[in-house]
């Protein structure tokens, strides 16, 4: 047991869509990521996914609308729904999903990450 100090974290990386792992409890994976730019449009079949905003601000597209979250702001996207972050400048998120999840679905792309670093 070891207290997590998120801004630290977060100074240890630089580049995007590359989830670390920070912190686990309950089969559940604690991550930080940066994110600019577009992301893949994917699902999770069988998981949920919490986004929640640390600095910065991003678009959550959905097939039939937009959500626009913000430091301080999380969205919990359910099992089944398809969606991609949309980042115009640098955000910086912490998720919360299954330890097992691939954060692209079934989706195989150049930003798959097939290992989550541990930081």
């Known amino acids: 047991m070891e207290?997590?100090?998120?801004?630290?974290?977060?100074?240890?990386?630089?580049?995007?869509w590359n989830p670390r792992v920070v912190g686990e409890l309950n089969g559940q994976h604690v991550k930080l990521v940066k994110f600019q730019g577009?992301?893949?449009?994917?699902?999770h079949a069988g998981e949920d996914e919490l986004f929640?905003?640390?600095?910065?601000?991003?678009r959550l597209e959905f097939r039939d609308r937009s959500v626009t979250l913000s430091a301080g702001e999380f969205m919990v996207v359910p099992r089944g729904v398809e969606h991609r972050p949309v980042a115009e400048q640098e955000v910086e998120v912490m998720l919360f999903e299954p330890a097992q999840i691939k954060h692209t679905?079934?989706?195989?792309?150049?930003?798959?990450?097939?290992?989550?670093?541990?930081?």
Do not use: P
């Open 3 to 16: 207290k997590v100090n998120i801004r630290e974290k977060l100074a240890l990386f630089s580049d995007h």
């Open 38 to 43: 577009e992301f893949v449009w994917h699902h």
């Open 52 to 58: 929640l905003v640390i600095r910065g601000s991003f």
């Open 105 to 119: 679905g079934d989706v195989e792309s150049h930003l798959t990450v097939h290992e989550f670093e541990r930081i």
